[in-house]
């Protein structure tokens, strides 16, 4: 028995693109089967929709996301954009009831969204994209007081 269901998503930019917040969330949005692959065992169906149909009445939790900042081809600048979106699509997932973001590095990138004294590091789309009147923020010391779920 679980109280939640979760994931972790990223975007990593693979192959020198990045994906857009449905594609990390989703990945199986653009493929010729308008369904989502339900196949636990496989890796590719939409992450959102598989939890729905796994735990039908569980509220959903993004237990880890983050992007890395732009590098390649595409600018920094574009994080800010990524992460408002990220957020502003998380918000209307209706079961989605947290997120936690990685804000830190990774061997395949830099995902923090701030880091006090460096100003390259401090995006304001993560302020903007939380700032979503769906999104609440909970501290740590309430959080063990807040109910998860209110159908």
Not at 1 to 9: L, N
Not at 105 to 110: I, L, Y
Not at 123 to 141: C, H, K, M, S, T
Request: with cysteine; aromatic share 16%.
């Amino acid at each position: 028995y679980v109280d939640v269901v979760g994931f972790s998503a990223y975007n990593f930019n693979a192959n020198g693109q990045w994906q857009n917040p449905n594609q990390v969330y989703n990945p199986d949005y653009n493929t010729s089967t308008p369904e989502c692959d339900l196949d636990p065992w496989d890796n590719n169906g939409c992450y959102i929709d598989r939890l729905v149909a796994l735990a039908p009445n569980k509220p959903i939790f993004v237990s880890q996301t983050a992007t890395v900042s732009g590098g390649g081809m595409i600018p920094n600048s574009q994080k800010d954009t990524w992460l408002t979106s990220a957020y502003n699509y998380l918000a209307g997932q209706n079961r989605v009831r947290a997120v936690i973001y990685f804000n830190s590095t990774d061997p395949r990138g830099d995902l923090h969204f701030f880091v006090p004294g460096d100003p390259s590091k401090q995006f304001r789309g993560y302020i903007l994209g939380v700032a979503n009147p769906a999104f609440d923020y909970v501290p740590p010391q309430v959080l063990k007081f807040t109910p998860l779920w209110a159908p």
